[in-house]
């Protein structure tokens, strides 16, 4: 079954997580206006989401963390876009363990991209 089609994105969230910390890790791509997880990349550099934003229309904002892998593919594939950085923008849109969940400073229904913001 062949995914569902990705409409335009007027806000773009991207944001890594571990699959295994230390080893393995991904980067997940969330439309922040409706808090849907768009895609999921494999790594954490900037040649994924460089490749996927210039196969996809681009947003307007995206909405990033602090890494500057995600910074340089935004430069690169969206120059456009204004650049927002921000803390823990998939806390709230993954799923995480019940452990990890209650261990939390902020509850799991919090918005995503509406974390403390700073210059880019």
């Known amino acids: 079954m062949p995914d569902p089609p990705i409409g335009d994105i007027a806000v773009l969230g991207v944001d890594d997580f571990a699959i295994k910390r230390g080893h ?6 969330i439309d922040c206006q409706t808090r849907k997880v768009v895609d999921v990349l494999v790594g954490r550099n900037a040649e994924p ?3 996927w934003l210039q196969e996809h229309a681009n947003p307007a904002v995206i909405c990033r963390d602090r890494a500057t892998a995600y910074a340089e593919a935004a430069r690169t594939a969206a120059p456009e876009a ?3 950085a921000a ?3 998939a806390r709230g849109v993954l799923p995480l363990p019940a452990q990890t969940r209650n261990r939390q400073r ?3 229904t919090r918005p995503a991209c509406t974390s403390r913001v700073i210059n880019c």
């Open 106 to 108: 902020w509850p799991s």
């Open 49 to 51: 989401v460089t490749a």
């Open 82 to 84: 204004v650049q927002v």
């Open 24 to 29: 393995n890790y991904g980067t997940v791509l």
């Open 87 to 89: 803390n823990r923008l």
